[in-house]
């Protein structure tokens, strides 16, 4: 009984940490300038953050907690948190999760493997271009845990053609799976359907009044970040990991042997492709109208009727606490907003960094950039969004372009394994370890931010 | 002593690490004609990327590309048909395709008939956390764990795993090892002295058995465990030496061991919640230790 409780003790320390800190933050009196409800808000956010980054709890547990707790501690009514919960952000990465199940499905990883194979050889550094440039595109538009599941067993299977022994090709591993992950991550920024953070930051600009983007303006501002950073990260992972081997020609020739076994492609992939593009144009010419996210139900709606994909298989791959807790970060987040949590944050934080610049845009800037990629490493990038898109909004300057700078930087997840789902992935297969990811992940830090810089100096005023 | 119905849990972490303890572990099954089950314990995933991954691994079993973890379990399974424990040298018993999910856990289902009963495990989590589930679901005897870098490790397994633990740390599987006894007066000796006298006997050992006292006087308790151990092991008719030194016990232990012994203690009869705080014999013994170490409950 004692070795029991003494178990759960040490097992759930960081709930019992979450809760005492936010009981202490509690009893003690509100901060100057912020409203009781306010205040009450970051404290929700603040055990939240906790429980999140450290699972002492399932996650569905801390999407009832923010829930529940704003009906509690805050003036919020249940209707109005529970309107607040579900909005198309959420169906977006309700449907977005759906669909990615549905493409992979299909087993178009076998033709993208061929595709990639015939553009590039068997020269290593073309391989790697080839995979970084093409994991980019795709996940741009389906999402980067899409192409990470699609890309994997085309860089596996290499690997394991190349050679029996895998300590002998270590580095050649490494840059395979990493032009995978990171080229998927730098991707994922291009359009609103690469991420579910773009589509939390779209719904926070609709709901706060700043505006409505459609797909296309997005593509605009975010796309020339995607088509830069595709060289520059080839480039870094070369030299973070020059291969063993120049040439793979032993894996090319087996993995194209492998493909063509597969025969051609089946009515059924060139339907999923079909229905693919036609939610890409409806994303493209009715998101604006009907949503982001409905346009993904809709497809997702088109992949059951054609029987492309099982319910029972939706049902089992989608990851529906996923889903509750970013309803329920949304929803702390529009409370933030509402309460005058998030304003008085964003001051306090200029108000900190303007002693250290002097130049109030570089003190934004640095919190849209500087703070997002920080809490992405750890957080995850929609978290983060969640959590500091109010914030960022409430800076002051130019909310969009500040929302655009806030989503950039929260693909800046390179540094560890739980930044984004592609870099989870790479690291699920056993073959790269933690410190590779500090390894690649600093220079390519160095280098987002410094395009970032430039793209947001040069071309987005050119689009004002 | 005639053990029926015994159970062990033999975790196993990759082929670099876990040959000895897979060595040793299968031979000590064998002795006590134990039921084995091989667990794997792999990480897992952030919960936030818990349903990506499974697609990920569900696209990547298609290619006939499986857990990092099926691959350890398969060498082990094929370790085991090699070595001779399992009776059939048929290759095909091991499919990763038969996997089937189970209370949190997953577990391959061996085709044919291998003449012992072998469960391989993969289950995702801490490693405490996941052996300690998996000893409650199925109540083994014994758990059997290479050793660990890891300050906390030695401590968590003898607080929080309800099984007698045995560390395969530092053993040199060619090596002809002697076995010490710790004997005391705890309840958990009498346990040790029988568990050790099977190995002992099956393996042809030869048992040290150690009482250690911090003073010159050697307890009622003390001596009747020692005359109790020695009256056991001759019936057994196992080659021993009983020993008495005064001084720490730990550090005695340890020392008594050098790196030709397989240590082998009761656990301690401390309540948990001292045994959190100030450890115990057993705990501090086995966080010292470079030696094999058996714990008894």
Same mark, same amino acid.
């Given at each position: 009984?004692?070795?029991?409780?003494?178990?759960?003790?040490?097992?759930?320390?960081?709930?019992?940490?979450?809760?005492?800190?936010?009981?202490?933050?509690?009893?003690?009196?509100?901060?100057?300038?912020?409203?009781?409800?306010?205040?009450?808000?970051?404290?929700?956010?603040?055990?939240?953050?906790?429980?999140?980054?450290?699972?002492?709890?399932?996650?569905?547990?801390?999407?009832?907690?923010?829930?529940?707790?704003?009906?509690?501690?805050?003036?919020?009514?249940?209707?109005?948190?529970?309107?607040?919960?579900?909005?198309?952000?959420?169906?977006?990465?309700?449907?977005?999760?759906?669909?990615?199940?549905?493409?992979?499905?299909?087993?178009?990883?076998?033709?993208?493997?061929?595709?990639?194979?015939?553009?590039?050889?068997?020269?290593?550094?073309?391989?790697?271009?080839?995979?970084?440039?093409?994991?980019?595109?795709?996940?741009?538009?389906?999402?980067?845990?899409?192409?990470?599941?699609?890309?994997?067993?085309?860089?596996?299977?290499?690997?394991?053609?190349?050679?029996?022994?895998?300590?002998?090709?270590?580095?050649?591993?490494?840059?395979?799976?990493?032009?995978?992950?990171?080229?998927?991550?730098?991707?994922?920024?291009?359009?609103?359907?690469?991420?579910?953070?773009?589509?939390?930051?779209?719904?926070?600009?609709?709901?706060?009044?700043?505006?409505?983007?459609?797909?296309?303006?997005?593509?605009?501002?975010?796309?020339?970040?995607?088509?830069?950073?595709?060289?520059?990260?080839?480039?870094?992972?070369?030299?973070?990991?020059?291969?063993?081997?120049?040439?793979?020609?032993?894996?090319?020739?087996?993995?194209?042997?492998?493909?063509?076994?597969?025969?051609?492609?089946?009515?059924?992939?060139?339907?999923?492709?079909?229905?693919?593009?036609?939610?890409?144009?409806?994303?493209?010419?009715?998101?604006?109208?009907?949503?982001?996210?409905?346009?993904?139900?809709?497809?997702?709606?088109?992949?059951?009727?054609?029987?492309?994909?099982?319910?029972?298989?939706?049902?089992?791959?989608?990851?529906?606490?996923?889903?509750?807790?970013?309803?329920?970060?949304?929803?702390?987040?529009?409370?933030?907003?509402?309460?005058?949590?998030?304003?008085?944050?964003?001051?306090?934080?200029?108000?900190?960094?303007?002693?250290?610049?002097?130049?109030?845009?570089?003190?934004?800037?640095?919190?849209?950039?500087?703070?997002?990629?920080?809490?992405?490493?750890?957080?995850?990038?929609?978290?983060?969004?969640?959590?500091?898109?109010?914030?960022?909004?409430?800076?002051?300057?130019?909310?969009?372009?500040?929302?655009?700078?806030?989503?950039?930087?929260?693909?800046?997840?390179?540094?560890?394994?739980?930044?984004?789902?592609?870099?989870?992935?790479?690291?699920?297969?056993?073959?790269?370890?933690?410190?590779?990811?500090?390894?690649?992940?600093?220079?390519?830090?160095?280098?987002?931010?410094?395009?970032?810089?430039?793209?947001?100096?040069?071309?987005?005023?050119?689009?004002? | 002593?005639?053990?029926?119905?015994?159970?062990?849990?033999?975790?196993?972490?990759?082929?670099?690490?876990? @040959?000895? *303890? &897979?060595?040793?572990?299968?031979?000590?099954? !064998?002795?006590?004609? /134990?039921?084995?089950?091989?667990? =794997?314990?792999?990480?897992?995933?952030?919960?936030?990327?818990?349903?990506?991954?499974?697609?990920?691994?569900?696209?990547?079993?298609?290619?006939?590309?499986?857990?990092?973890?099926?691959?350890?379990?398969?060498?082990?399974?094929?370790?085991?048909?090699?070595?001779?424990?399992?009776?059939?040298?048929?290759?095909?018993?091991?499919?990763?395709?038969?996997?089937?999910?189970?209370?949190?856990?997953?577990?391959?289902?061996?085709?044919?008939?291998?003449?012992?009963?072998?469960?391989?495990?993969?289950?995702?989590?801490?490693?405490?956390?996941?052996?300690?589930?998996?000893?409650?679901?199925? @109540?083994? *005897? &014994?758990?059997?764990?290479?050793?660990?870098? !890891?300050?906390?490790? /030695?401590?968590?397994?003898?607080? =929080?795993?309800?099984?007698?633990?045995?560390?395969?740390?530092?053993?040199?599987?060619?090596?002809?090892?002697?076995?010490?006894?710790?004997?005391?007066?705890?309840?958990?000796?009498?346990?040790?002295?029988?568990?050790?006298?099977?190995?002992?006997?099956?393996?042809?050992?030869?048992?040290?058995?150690?009482?250690?006292?911090?003073?010159?006087?050697?307890?009622?308790?003390?001596?009747?465990?020692?005359?109790?151990?020695?009256?056991?092991?001759?019936?057994?008719?196992?080659?021993?030496?009983?020993?008495?030194?005064?001084?720490?016990?730990?550090?005695?232990?340890?020392?008594?061991?050098?790196?030709?012994?397989?240590?082998?203690?009761?656990?301690?009869?401390?309540?948990?919640?001292?045994?959190?705080?100030?450890?115990?014999?057993?705990?501090?013994?086995?966080?010292?230790?470079?030696?094999?170490?058996?714990?008894?409950?």
């Amino acid at each position: 009984m004692i070795a029991n409780l003494i178990y759960w003790i040490t097992q759930k320390k960081w709930l019992i940490i979450a809760t005492t800190f936010g009981f202490f933050l509690y009893i003690i009196p509100t901060p100057q300038g912020l409203s009781i409800n306010g205040y009450h808000t970051l404290i929700i956010v603040a055990v939240a953050l906790i429980l999140i980054v450290f699972e002492p709890v399932p996650l569905p547990a801390v999407a009832f907690f923010i829930l529940f707790m704003q009906v509690i501690i805050t003036d919020a009514t249940p209707n109005e948190v529970a309107s607040s919960f579900m909005s198309d952000a959420v169906f977006f990465i309700m449907g977005s999760l759906m669909l990615a199940v549905a493409i992979v499905k299909q087993g178009l990883d076998k033709r993208l493997a061929l595709g990639i194979i015939r553009m590039t050889g068997n020269k290593t550094w073309r391989i790697v271009a080839g995979f970084t440039a093409i994991s980019a595109i795709l996940s741009s538009f389906i999402g980067e845990h899409t192409v990470a599941a699609m890309m994997m067993p085309v860089g596996l299977t290499l690997i394991r053609n190349t050679s029996k022994d895998p300590s002998k090709i270590i580095k050649l591993s490494s840059i395979l799976l990493f032009s995978i992950a990171y080229g998927a991550t730098i991707g994922s920024v291009g359009t609103p359907s690469g991420g579910g953070r773009n589509v939390i930051m779209l719904e926070y600009w609709s709901d706060f009044g700043i505006g409505h983007i459609s797909y296309l303006t997005w593509m605009k501002y975010a796309y020339p970040m995607v088509i830069l950073q595709i060289p520059f990260t080839v480039l870094i992972l070369w030299w973070t990991f020059t291969p063993e081997k120049k040439t793979i020609d032993t894996g090319v020739r087996k993995l194209v042997i492998q493909v063509a076994k597969s025969g051609k492609m089946t009515g059924k992939q060139i339907l999923s492709i079909f229905l693919f593009v036609l939610v890409f144009i409806g994303w493209i010419f009715f998101g604006e109208k009907i949503g982001l996210g409905f346009v993904a139900l809709i497809g997702v709606f088109l992949y059951l009727i054609f029987g492309l994909v099982e319910w029972s298989d939706l049902n089992r791959s989608t990851n529906w606490g996923v889903i509750l807790l970013f309803g329920a970060t949304i929803s702390i987040g529009l409370a933030m907003k509402k309460t005058g949590a998030a304003e008085w944050l964003a001051m306090g934080a200029l108000n900190t960094l303007n002693s250290f610049f002097h130049n109030i845009d570089y003190s934004r800037a640095g919190i849209a950039v500087i703070l997002t990629g920080v809490l992405s490493n750890i957080l995850s990038s929609s978290a983060t969004i969640a959590v500091v898109g109010p914030i960022v909004l409430n800076l002051g300057g130019d909310p969009v372009l500040y929302g655009f700078a806030t989503a950039i930087a929260s693909a800046f997840g390179y540094f560890t394994v739980v930044a984004a789902p592609a870099c989870m992935i790479i690291y699920s297969s056993g073959m790269v370890k933690t410190k590779d990811f500090l390894r690649a992940g600093w220079k390519m830090g160095i280098m987002s931010v410094f395009m970032l810089f430039l793209v947001s100096f040069f071309w987005w005023p050119l689009l004002q | 002593m005639v053990y029926s119905n015994v159970k062990f849990l033999l975790a196993i972490g990759s082929k670099e690490y876990s @040959e000895p *303890t &897979l060595i040793v572990g299968s031979l000590i099954a !064998k002795t006590f004609k /134990a039921d084995l089950s091989l667990v =794997y314990v792999g990480e897992k995933p952030k919960q936030i990327f818990e349903g990506r991954i499974k697609l990920s691994r569900d696209s990547l079993a298609k290619w006939e590309i499986y857990h990092p973890g099926i691959e350890v379990l398969k060498w082990a399974f094929k370790y085991l048909q090699s070595s001779g424990y399992l009776e059939t040298t048929d290759g095909n018993g091991f499919n990763p395709e038969n996997i089937v999910e189970e209370h949190n856990r997953y577990r391959l289902v061996l085709q044919g008939s291998f003449g012992r009963d072998v469960d391989l495990i993969l289950r995702e989590g801490k490693i405490i956390d996941e052996l300690r589930k998996e000893c409650f679901e199925q @109540e083994y *005897t &014994l758990t059997i764990i290479g050793g660990s870098k !890891k300050r906390r490790m /030695a401590h968590d397994l003898v607080q =929080y795993l309800p099984t007698s633990i045995f560390v395969v740390q530092n053993l040199d599987p060619t090596k002809q090892y002697k076995l010490l006894l710790c004997v005391d007066d705890s309840k958990a000796t009498k346990s040790a002295v029988r568990f050790g006298a099977t190995i002992a006997k099956n393996q042809g050992m030869f048992v040290n058995t150690l009482t250690v006292s911090k003073t010159t006087q050697f307890g009622k308790g003390y001596r009747g465990a020692a005359k109790a151990a020695g009256r056991y092991l001759k019936s057994q008719k196992i080659p021993f030496e009983q020993h008495f030194i005064t001084g720490d016990p730990v550090k005695t232990f340890l020392d008594f061991a050098g790196d030709d012994h397989i240590i082998m203690m009761g656990d301690s009869k401390q309540s948990p919640l001292i045994k959190f705080f100030f450890g115990s014999k057993p705990i501090k013994t086995l966080k010292k230790a470079s030696c094999p170490i058996l714990i008894v409950r």
